[in-house]
């Protein structure tokens, strides 16, 4: 299934970390909304932090919103 927005976060694992996906490339997994932002940073999107994150029309979150880490 492919998603029109660049970001996608999928569902927690069973570590509690979710796959990070940045315009198609796997760039890792995510414990917390702090490390999606810092996913984004390295994305090129430079001062974003957990309250863009949240806030953005840029992510798609598969399998919960920001608040889901738990499997």
């Known amino acids: ?3 029109d927005k660049p970001v996608v976060i999928y569902p927690p694992d069973q570590e509690g970390g979710r796959r990070v996906r940045v315009d198609g490339k796997l760039l890792g997994r995510a414990y917390s909304v702090r490390d999606v932002a810092a996913f ?4 090129g ?7 863009d994150v949240i ?5 798609e979150w598969r399998g919960g919103g920001p608040e889901a880490w738990a499997h």
């Open 45 to 51: 999107l430079e001062g974003w932090d957990e309250m």
């Open 1 to 3: 299934m492919a998603s």
């Open 55 to 59: 806030r953005s029309g840029l992510i």
């Open 40 to 43: 984004m940073q390295e994305a």
